[in-house]
């Protein structure tokens, strides 16, 4: 396994429209939300958003279909900072350790974003969305499968890993860590599946 964490290939052609005009809104609404839930804990609405992005009601949807389809654009632009560690590591314990702790410091740092989106309360779409897409940068840290067997193993594993990294880490946020999150990083990488571990 090379990295736990996501590259810029987690950013789908959907994220960033052509026309820089339009790029510019979207961004403007992901800032907005941003700087919404940074100064309120509550409940933010598309007035609210659209309010703080000085936009109207239709550019917003022109953008997102949904509050889902926003907090699945928030996560996949936050997973999408995640910077991967060195690939210069001669142990792959050592590297993995540190991807996951980078995973974890990238969670802690962006609290406020990670415990809006998540906490909305998301279809199982767009929550099967968000692990489909870390399962892919998960498969893609994998090692070259030898055979479709492996192949398949491959598959399962990369989205049991990224399910299970993301319901953590999502727990972690919502309990307001009751435990650290060196303390987090080991349970990560213990609940791996021993062929990654």
Do not use: C
């Amino acid at each position: 396994m090379r990295s736990a964490v996501l590259t810029d290939s987690f950013r789908s052609s959907a994220d960033t429209p052509a026309d820089p005009r339009a790029a510019r809104t979207r961004q403007g609404i992901l800032a907005a939300v941003a700087r919404l839930h940074s100064h309120d804990s509550g409940d933010i609405s598309v007035t609210d958003i659209v309010r703080e992005a000085k936009i109207s009601r239709s550019s917003f949807y022109a953008h997102f279909s949904s509050l889902d389809d926003l907090a699945v654009a928030l996560l996949r632009q936050e997973f999408a900072s995640i910077t991967v560690p060195s690939s210069n590591v001669a142990d792959p314990a050592s590297e993995l350790r540190e991807s996951y702790s980078q995973l974890v410091q990238h969670f802690s740092q962006r609290e406020s974003i990670y415990s809006y989106a998540l906490g909305l309360p998301l279809s199982r779409r767009a929550f099967d969305d968000v692990i489909a897409a870390y399962a892919e940068q998960v498969l893609a840290s994998f090692d070259e499968p030898e055979s479709e067997a492996d192949a398949i193993r491959a598959r399962l594993a990369a989205t049991y890993v990224a399910g299970g990294t993301v319901s953590l880490l999502s727990a972690w946020i919502a309990d307001h860590r009751d435990i650290s999150a060196d303390q987090l990083v080991d349970e990560l990488i213990a609940l791996l599946p021993p062929r990654l571990s």
